[in-house]
């Protein structure tokens, strides 16, 4: 098996109007690595990460994920892939007349999976996610940092082989956005391959790892920060 988890070579992005969102993006991704996408507003982070996530589909060249072409994916085979993969969102977008437990468990039951086994899951990543005596509250009874703790619960829930998080601390402060990165080296480091888009520099030089730096829609810088 290739150590690559994703290739992209040469990727396109164009809307009607002929305005190009990503352009000629090629990069590759290893099978349990920590990166940034990072950028201005309006850089194509969010673009590229939704690419990932078959969310949008290229109009040119080709993205590899875990050995699937996304650019011939059959549309019945995108949910399928979209079960591998966790998305975290900068609004965590959590069902506000669901409890904790049932945001969470949620991707199981679609997944018709026995109670037992959605019970056993979701009270595994509560407690990684430091949150397990939270299950039977209400999102809007907790904090921001709380709330995206539960997402990213919710996005690892299915055992994901790839991660993707859009500015998952962009409305947190910064202590608790610390909480929350640790919170993705954690999962990193139990093997998922994780990718978040920020434009968080003193996170980013924390954290340091991979970064891979767009600007217009174009990959302009591709470098390894270094711990200092």
């Known amino acids: 098996m290739s150590a690559n988890l994703v290739r992209l070579n040469r990727v396109g992005l164009r809307y009607a109007t002929d305005r190009y969102a990503l352009q000629s993006i090629s990069f590759d991704l290893q099978r349990g690595e920590f990166a940034y996408i990072t ?15 078959a969310m949008e589909k290229a109009s040119e ?20 892939y979209r079960r591998e993969v966790g998305f975290v969102f900068q609004d965590f977008k959590l069902l ?7 945001n969470v468990s949620l991707p199981l039951e679609i997944r018709k999976m026995t ?13 990684l996610v430091g949150l397990a005596d939270r299950a039977r509250d ?14 990213i619960a919710r996005s690892i829930i299915g055992k994901p082989f790839l991660l993707l998080a859009d500015e998952p601390t962009g ?41 891979i730096e767009l600007n217009k829609g174009r990959v302009i810088a591709d470098r390894r920060m270094m711990d200092v």
């Open 39 to 53: 950028g201005n507003n309006g850089a194509g982070k969010t673009t590229l990460l939704k690419l990932l996530f």
């Open 61 to 80: 060249g080709n993205i590899l994920v875990n050995n699937k072409d996304l650019s011939s994916l059959a549309k019945g085979k995108v949910f399928q």
């Open 96 to 102: 506000p007349d669901l409890t904790v437990y049932d």
């Open 115 to 127: 109670p037992s086994e959605v019970d056993y899951r979701v009270r595994g990543v509560l407690s």
């Open 138 to 151: 209400y999102p809007l009874t907790l904090s921001g940092g709380e709330q995206q703790r539960v997402a």
């Open 171 to 211: 409305n947190l402060d910064a202590d608790t956005a610390r909480e929350i990165m640790s919170l993705f080296l954690e999962i990193n480091e139990m093997g998922t391959t994780v990718v978040i888009a920020t434009h968080d520099k003193a996170l980013m030089e924390e954290f340091p790892s991979r970064v």
